[in-house]
Structure formats: C-alpha cells, structure tokens
C-alpha cells in the first residue's frame, strides 16, 4: 500500500483523471481493473459520471469494499491509493483493514492502519485551519465510519495504544463526539484499558472546559452541552457535567425563553441533577409554563427520585392552575392543564386529573385532555380504567376517538389474540356508530382541512387498525358500513385541481384504497383475502388515470410498494420507469427501493438501470454506494491477478 505523501499525490493525479473519465493511464487502468469482474466495471462507470470529486471518491470507496470482499486485494488496494478525498481514502482502507481482520490476517490488518493514520495525520498537517475544506455531511458520516472500524480492528489485534493515538486525529473532531469515543474506549476493556486512557481523558476534559470559555450562547452551542452530558456522568466526571449545566442555565436565563429552561430541566433530570432542576423552576416567569415545570418536577423527583418533596410541586401546580384566569391564552391553558393532568395520571393521580380536565368550560379542550389521560392509561396496560372515561367525553368526533384508541391499544396482559379481536371489532364499531362519519364536522378548516378531509382521516385510520388488528369476520361488513356513511354524506370534492375531478364518492373510495394498499404494504402477515381486495379495487381505481393523474401518481407509488412486497420486482421496475419524471425526489425513495431489492436478487442489469433513472444526482451516488456494498455480500470469493 503506497501512502507516502509525494508518491500518492502522483498516484492521485492518474487516478483523478480515470474517475472523472478523462484520459486514463493504461497501467494504472489495467492494474485496477484486471481481476474486476464486468459488474463492478459497470458500476464503477456510473460512478464515474457523478459531477463532483466527492461523489466519485466515495463511490470508489464502496468499489474498494466490493473488490476486496471479492478477493481482488491487490485492485482493492490501488483503488483506495488514487482516492483523492482524504475521508474517502481513510474509509477505503480502513475498510480492507476490517476485511483483512475477518480473513484472520491480523499483522497485515494492523500495518494497514499504521500506515493509514499517518496518511491521516499527514493530511491534517498539509490543512491549515484557512485552507481547511468543508467536509459534507456523507463525509462526516464517512469519518464516523473510519474510526468504527480502526475500533474494530484495533480490539481484536489488542492495539490500545493504536487506538488512542488514532482516537486523537479521526475527523470530526467536536468535543461531543471525541468525548463520546473516549467514553467507548474507556468502556471496552476497563480492567486494563481504562487505566491506560484515563489521563488521556483527564488532559482532554481539562483543555475543553474551562469554566471562562463557556460563558455564551455560541460557546454553548459549538459545545453541544446536551450531548455531552451523559458522556460526563459515565465517566464519573459529574463535576463537569454539573458545572457545564449551571453554565448551561446561566446562559439560557439570558436568552433561551421559558421553553428552552424546561429543556434544561429535563436535562438535569434525566442526567442526576435534581437540584438544578430545582433552579430552573425557580427562573420560569410564564404561568402557564409554571404549571408544567412544577407538575413534571413533582413526577420526576416523586417517581424517579423517590422524594417527599415532590408533592409540594405538585401542590404549587394545582394551586396556579385554578388561578390561571384570563392570564394565559387559549392555547398556553390547554399547554399548562394537558400537562398537569399527564403527570397526574403518571403519578396514579386519576381523580386529580379528572378534576383538571373540568377545569375547561369547553367542552373540546376539555375532551382533548381526557382523551390525553386515556393514552397515558393505555400506555400503562390500564385498558379497563381508560375505558371508564369515555361517558365523560362530550365531543361526537372526541367519542370516535376515544374508541379508536381503545380498539388500537396493544394485546393486554391476559387478553387472547381472539379477546384483542373481539375487543377491536367493539370499539371500531362504536367509533363508527357515534356519528362522527355520518355528518360534516363544524367549524370549517381546521389546520388546513377541511371537514371531509379530517373524516376522510379517521376513517382511514379505523381501516388500517381493522386490517392489521381486527377479526377476519368484521372485514367485509366494515367495507360495506364505509361505502354506506360515503354515499350518505355529501363530500365535497377535495382540493382545487386542474383538469376534471373526481365525484365525491369516488374521491373517498380513493383515499380509502389507498389506505387499504398502505396497509397491506405495512401488514406483518400475508392475507390473501387482502390482497384480493387490494387487487380489485387498484384495478378500479386504474380506470382513473385520465380523470385525476395527481391521485394515480401517489396511487402508482403506493403500488410500486405493494409489488415489492409481494415480490414482482419486474412490475415495480416497469412502473417506476412509467412515472420517473413525475416526482424527482419522492420516486427517487422507490427506485431505491427497487433497487435494493434487485441487488440482493442479483439481478445487476436491473439494479444499474434503476440507478441511472435517479436524476437527482446526490442521490443517484447513495443508491450506487448502498447497491455496491449490497451486492459485494452476495459475490463468491474470486482470484484476483497479481
């Protein structure tokens, strides 16, 4: 593996010119690909129409894995060499270090790292900070990548040593992840690595905190203190972990808002610092976001901390909550009372957080609280109490709802698949027979929806649960009862559209088909009287294509899932092509998809031709990285040339 400095950067030049296509170097050509079978060549010439060096470069480093794992080593290694990237370099080679180690060549795994680091330090050298490129997200992900696997290489050679100094050097450099890689070092062999690295973490801590650096808002912020707290009380460093969150405090008092304070709350407890918490109560000036801070202080302290004091929060919470009056808005009341009555409920409070919902004189926000509560209980496997609450909801479309999250709540301790089904065919019955579908909700458009469109929703939601968690038995009666409430209610057509329009029936039936494919697509078993219905009613809906191409487009989606479900690769590809041009970005996620699925059938042609239809090109190079690294799983070993 030639690394030295000068004689890679002649190596680099001849390679940067075979990436882009540009004139090629007939040995440096034949020498990479001499032992490459045709598919890989193929791969690499997409590769290599990407626009950027980047893109080129890391396209490279998924060939360079294939090539390996194929048993090209010597073509593997020439290829990592003419990378021009340096985090695309670093991820190539340290990629055939790793495939090295599962060959059992542990010396040679080792030097291959020793040589890559001092690549990476020289690198580092040459970059001074004004010359320092701007690394790409795929290439931060890349150098993540890296030391993951100078990690793995490093403890099965026993290389602690190694590890550490490549610790000190492996790109992105943030104090949150090198803190958190000196965490994983410090846990991976205690009893005779922590010893060895705990002054190294000591020097580390002592240059990044100094209490006079960390005194503004950008300090804080390019410190990413969120992050680096539970990677300070791991490592019994809680001393630093408690000055960073008063620190943290000092400055959000200043300029984060109330909403930002009980950020630093939940930190502070989720971390072990209760009596910060405690501070932060005290700074909240709203009253509505008192009553939240004081009723979650009253959980936690009560709940995790096993503290007396807790009911003291919860009585300052009770107490402004009956006071709040017209100090608050609308929405800041239902903030401060929806989270009074959701530690209530967590701390077995019902009674308590019955009475805060009927703090509400109306009836929707009280409704939406107790339905809220009834989450909460079902969250807790309380399914029986839950359902003692729906009488006391006033709301028609609230009813439903609480219905829906009865019928919805997983299989209870005790309760048989047949008792859950039964339960759900009940509730969703109910949810239907409330009149919540029957007639248009008041009060117009409601975050940008209209009536139609929220019923629309919920019944979709109902079908989805009824598919994947009601009786078979219910099935074509629930088909039936929707059709009936579609056909009694007048629909208004849905959006304003160019060209002609659905009628309202059937612009329902095509949201409900749609959510019928949805949930055959997402069922964890194969039904064949669902993939009937699905069969008869896609068939229908296809006579629409003139009518409405907008509903046929997310309808040909949805269909390019169903097919790879139920395994038709070659009609998701055909339909795929069909509407390519429809929708860059989202087809890009089918194609994808398709591609995935072709490259693990092996079937290259298929693959590669998917690929090429993704116009978007930042996404083209993921689909060829995720499809090279695929298919180099699937390959047999063969002999490479020397």
Request: charged fraction near 20%; hydrophobic fraction near 45%.
């Amino acid at each position: 593996m030639a690394l030295g400095h000068s004689a890679r950067a002649s190596v680099l030049l001849v390679g940067l010119l075979i990436l882009i296509g540009g004139l090629p170097h007939p040995g440096i050509a034949q020498g990479i690909e001499e032992a490459v079978p045709q598919q890989w060549r193929d791969y690499r010439a997409l590769g290599n129409r990407l626009s950027s060096q980047r893109a080129r470069d890391a396209i490279a480093a998924a060939l360079v894995l294939a090539y390996d794992q194929g048993g090209a080593e010597n073509a593997a290694r020439r290829l990592a060499s003419a990378i021009e990237t340096p985090a695309y370099r670093a991820l190539a080679h340290t990629e055939i270090a790793r495939s090295q180690i599962n060959r059992g060549e542990l010396n040679l795994a080792d030097e291959t790292l020793r040589e890559t680091i001092a690549d990476i330090k020289q690198t580092n050298a040459d970059i001074t900070a004004s010359s320092a490129p701007r690394r790409s997200g795929e290439e931060e992900a890349a150098w993540h990548t890296v030391w993951d696997n100078i990690y793995f290489v490093y403890r099965v050679t026993g290389n602690w040593q190694g590890l550490i100094d490549a610790t000190k050097v492996i790109a992105p450099d943030t104090p949150a992840v090198r803190l958190g890689r000196w965490r994983q070092l410090s846990e991976t062999r205690p009893e005779r690595f922590g010893a060895l690295i705990g002054s190294t973490i000591e020097r580390e801590l002592d240059a990044l905190f100094v209490p006079s650096d960390i005194n503004n808002e950008a300090a804080i912020r390019a410190l990413d203190v969120p992050s680096l707290i539970p990677h300070l009380t791991s490592l019994n460093r809680r001393d630093v972990a408690e000055r960073l969150l008063q620190q943290l405090l000092g400055v959000t008092i200043n300029s984060g808002g109330d909403i930002a304070l009980i950020d630093v709350q939940t930190l502070a407890l989720d971390h072990g610092f209760p009596e910060i918490a405690i501070q932060v109560v005290r700074r909240i000036q709203s009253p509505a976001a008192q009553i939240a801070s004081w009723s979650t202080l009253a959980h936690r302290l009560t709940s995790d901390y096993g503290r007396t004091d807790g009911g003291v929060f919860m009585g300052f919470a009770v107490n402004a909550a009956s006071q709040l009056g017209g100090r608050v808005t609308a929405s800041q009341r239902l903030f401060a009372l929806t989270s009074l009555a959701e530690n209530q409920t967590r701390l077995g409070q019902l009674a308590d957080a019955f009475r805060t919902a009927n703090l509400f004189t109306d009836a929707r926000d009280r409704d939406a609280v107790l339905l809220r509560v009834m989450a909460l209980l079902l969250e807790q496997n309380q399914l029986a109490t839950a359902a003692t609450l729906v009488p006391y909801i006033d709301q028609i479309a609230a009813q439903s709802e609480a219905f829906v999250l009865l019928a919805d709540a997983p299989i209870q301790p005790g309760e048989s698949l047949s008792q859950s089904q039964r339960r759900v065919d009940q509730n969703l019955r109910a949810a239907l027979n409330t009149g919540a579908f029957s007639a248009i909700d008041p009060g117009g458009v409601v975050d940008g929806k209209t009536a139609a469109q929220r019923r629309i929703e919920r019944l979709s939601e109902l079908l989805v649960i009824q598919i994947l968690r009601g009786s078979a038995q219910l099935r074509e009666q629930f088909f039936v009862r929707l059709n009936a409430i579609a056909e009694a209610t007048q629909l208004p057509n849905i959006g304003d559209r160019q060209g002609p329009t659905l009628s309202p029936f059937d612009q329902f039936f095509a949201e409900v088909t749609l959510t019928l494919i949805r949930a055959s697509v997402d069922s964890a078993y194969d039904d064949p009287a669902l993939n009937q219905q699905v069969a008869q009613w896609r068939n229908q809906l296809w006579s629409w294509h003139n009518d409405d191409p907008e509903a046929v487009s997310a309808l040909q989606l949805l269909i390019v899932q169903y097919a790879l479900r139920t395994e038709q690769l070659d009609s998701a590809a055909d339909l795929v092509a069909e509407i390519a041009g429809q929708n860059e970005t989202l087809v890009a996620d089918y194609l994808q998809q398709v591609i995935i699925a072709a490259t693990l059938e092996q079937r290259d042609a298929l693959a590669l031709r998917m690929i090429q239809q993704i116009t978007v090109l930042e996404r083209r190079q993921n689909a060829l990285d995720v499809a090279i690294r695929l298919r180099a799983k699937t390959l047999p070993k063969y002999t490479s040339t020397p």
